[in-house]
């Protein structure tokens, strides 16, 4: 019984961690989408917002963790068994992720490479809401331009923006001289580095919890004839 009892706050504790994992990669969703979102508007190009991603898997999470411990407590067997299935399912689930997320990271990925690409056509060719999203890449990541705060005066022949001062201010000389590409390229990788290692540290939690569920479920006995 002690052995039981035990598994039963070992699988709540880390169900409850995994549930706080999962918030955090909410909470990574929902400030990626909103970076995402400004900067879909600025390529005019259909774009998959990983930050929706992470706010569904965590969404996912938050249910699933939320009946692991509702069965915990409840000592529920046929839900925990269910919860089972779906630790293997999440296991897939957010192994996937966190090798597709380790991969793009990379400077040399496809994903990587369009990106600083989309970064560059949009400066040089621009559409209707560049100038709003690198407003919002200056005042945010502190820089100014693609490769520098020259570059408004060199392509486009006209003087720095005032995002390019601090406080958004008109300014003589840009407060931020440096170009954009790089800190917003080191911010998508970082961005994919902690989600990625996030999900691998849930989907080996996961299987924690379904080998300690499994080792303590109780056996049938066949009764003598």
Avoid at 23 to 34: A, H, M, Q, R, V
Avoid at 44 to 66: D, R
Avoid at 112 to 118: A, G, I, K, S, V
Wanted: proline share 4%.
């Amino acid at each position: 019984m002690r052995v039981k009892k035990g598994a039963r706050y070992a699988i709540l504790v880390i169900n409850v961690i995994i549930a706080l994992l999962g918030l955090l990669l909410f909470s990574f969703g929902i400030i990626w989408i909103d970076f995402e979102v400004k900067y879909e508007a600025a390529t005019q190009k259909p774009y998959i917002y990983i930050g929706a991603i992470l706010i569904a898997i965590g969404l996912l999470l938050s249910v699933t963790t939320a009946l692991a411990c509702y069965a915990v407590l409840t000592r529920n067997q046929w839900i925990l068994n269910m919860i089972l299935f779906m630790s293997l399912l999440l296991f897939v689930i957010y192994v996937d992720y966190g090798t597709v997320a380790f991969l793009l990271k990379s400077p040399t990925s496809h994903y990587m490479q369009d990106f600083r690409h989309e970064l560059q056509e949009m400066f040089i060719d621009p559409k209707e809401n560049w100038e709003t999203f690198y407003d919002y890449l200056h005042q945010k990541f502190h820089c100014c331009g693609y490769n520098g705060s020259d570059d408004f005066q060199r392509i486009h022949n006209r003087t720095h923006p005032k995002s390019c001062c601090r406080g958004n201010t008109t300014c003589e000389k840009p407060t931020y001289t440096k170009g954009c590409v790089d800190p917003v390229e080191e911010y998508t990788r970082q961005n994919f580095k902690l989600s990625g290692s996030i999900s691998f540290t849930i989907s080996v939690l996961n299987i924690l919890s379904f080998a300690i569920n499994y080792a303590v479920k109780p056996k049938k006995v066949s009764l003598p004839e």
